[in-house]
């Protein structure tokens, strides 16, 4: 089995860590292939990274959906879900995004969970997609106040602040699990869940054995609906690249 998981921003670190944290859960046999695209945002910090950051996502995936021997999944590693349902029209195999996955895993280990993100201007987006995911009534979205590329750097304090912000999670919103909000902390969950004395959860992981569980179960992106292939038509200008052809 082969795992495409997709940073759908341009640091080559970031991918690395999240190709690393989805190797580390990987059952034998799959084979992890991390990338991200060569344009686009360097970190992803609200909706305007988000909308540029999706036609290198594409890109990447079509790139690799051309490749053989082929993909299995893809798990798209930024917890916005960024370019999710485009992304599922460009496929038939199951594309996961790592805040569904997570959140979703979070409802499995209790009652009320928190989401322990990066910067504030995230936490209206996570919100939207805890409503999309029903999941709202359970969970409260926290800000540390890190920027994501702070997560790379091991003198920022960053992890210190993600540390604090779990502590208040626990103590003030009654979290029984805790959600790490950004696929630049997926090498944490482990350590974290040990220390904090509560489950804490990484999209990434979580996203890797959703998508082993779905192909192994012979499960694919549907296709008679909403993520039905995108209609051939000539594209414009610099999205001239990206126009769909007509499917075989």
């Known amino acids: 089995m082969r795992i495409l998981v997709v940073n759908p921003n341009t640091t080559a670190s970031m991918t690395e860590k999240a190709g690393d944290a989805a190797r580390a859960v990987a059952a034998p046999g799959t084979h992890i292939v991390a990338a991200n695209p060569a344009m686009g945002p360097a970190s992803i910090e609200g909706y305007y990274?988000?909308?540029?950051?999706?036609?290198?996502?594409?890109?990447?995936?079509?790139?690799?959906?051309?490749?053989?021997?082929?993909i299995d999944g893809v798990v798209i590693a930024c917890f916005d879900d960024v370019g999710l349902d485009a992304a599922r029209c460009l496929s038939t195999v199951p594309v996961i995004g790592?805040?569904?996955?997570?959140?979703?895993?979070?409802?499995?280990?209790?009652?009320?969970?928190?989401?322990?993100?990066?910067?504030?201007?995230?936490?209206?987006?996570?919100?939207?997609?805890?409503?999309?995911?029903?999941?709202?009534?359970?969970?409260?979205?926290?800000?540390?106040?890190?920027?994501?590329?702070?997560?790379?750097?091991?003198?920022?304090?960053?992890?210190?602040?993600?540390?604090?912000?779990?502590?208040?999670?626990?103590?003030?919103?009654?979290?029984?699990?805790?959600?790490?909000?950004?696929?630049?902390?997926?090498?944490?969950?482990?350590?974290?869940t040990a220390e904090m004395g509560v489950p804490v959860v990484d999209g990434v992981t979580a996203a890797v054995k959703l998508v082993e569980g779905l192909a192994v179960l012979g499960l694919r992106t549907g296709k008679t609906g909403g993520y039905a292939f995108p209609l051939p038509k000539p594209y414009a200008g610099d999205m001239a690249r990206f126009a769909p052809a007509p499917q075989p």
């Open 49 to 70: 990274d988000e909308a540029l950051a999706v036609p290198g996502l594409l890109e990447v995936i079509a790139a690799h959906g051309r490749a053989a021997p082929g």
């Open 98 to 192: 790592i805040c569904e996955a997570a959140m979703k895993t979070a409802t499995l280990l209790g009652g009320r969970f928190s989401v322990v993100t990066t910067m504030p201007r995230s936490v209206p987006a996570l919100e939207h997609l805890a409503e999309r995911y029903g999941v709202a009534g359970r969970c409260r979205v926290r800000a540390a106040g890190v920027p994501v590329l702070a997560l790379e750097d091991p003198a920022s304090g960053a992890m210190e602040r993600v540390r604090d912000t779990i502590h208040q999670a626990i103590a003030e919103d009654g979290a029984e699990s805790v959600v790490l909000g950004c696929a630049g902390m997926a090498d944490l969950a482990r350590a974290l």
